[in-house]
C-alpha cells in the first residue's frame, strides 16, 4: 500500500514539475507579442521608425514605410532600441561629437564625416567600445 501510494505522489510530482518547466518555457514572447504589447501594431512601430531612421538619397517617409512594411518584426523591434540608444546618448549629432572626442579627432573634418554615414547601431557600438577603452 506504502509503495503505490510513494509511486502516486512522485508521479504527481513528477507531472507538476513537468507543466512548471513548460509554463517557463512558454513565457518568452514572440517578436509580434512585443510589437503589439509595446505599440499596438506594426504600423504604429513603422511610423516610430521613420521619424528616426535615415532616408536614402531621394526616398521619402512614405517609400521607407513602404520598405520596413516587409520588414521582420525582430528587425524592426531592434532598429527601435538603436533607435532608443542612440537618443539616450544626446542624438546623432551629439554621439558624433562624443567619438570624435574620443578618439582625439574632433578638429578633423574629414573624419567627423564620415562618422556622419555610420548606421546608428555602429555610432553606438564604437561610442560603447570608445568609452570602456577609456576608462581603463
Do not use: C, W
Amino acid at each position: 500500500m506504502e509503495d503505490t501510494v510513494a509511486a502516486s505522489f512522485s508521479y504527481q510530482l513528477l507531472l507538476v514539475v513537468n507543466n512548471e518547466e513548460k509554463l517557463s518555457m512558454n513565457n518568452k514572447q514572440s517578436p509580434l507579442q512585443i510589437v503589439k504589447e509595446k505599440f499596438g501594431s506594426k504600423e504604429k512601430l513603422i511610423e516610430s521608425l521613420t521619424g528616426v531612421l535615415q532616408l536614402d538619397e531621394g526616398e521619402s517617409k512614405e517609400e521607407l514605410a513602404k520598405r520596413l512594411k516587409y520588414v521582420a518584426n525582430a528587425k524592426l523591434l531592434h532598429l527601435s532600441s538603436m533607435a532608443e540608444e542612440v537618443k539616450a546618448l544626446g542624438g546623432r549629432d551629439a554621439l558624433v561629437t562624443k567619438i570624435s572626442e574620443l578618439k582625439g579627432q574632433a578638429k578633423d573634418s574629414d573624419f567627423i564625416a564620415k562618422l556622419k554615414t555610420y548606421s546608428n547601431g555602429r555610432l553606438a557600438d564604437l561610442h560603447k567600445s570608445l568609452s570602456r577603452k577609456a576608462k581603463a
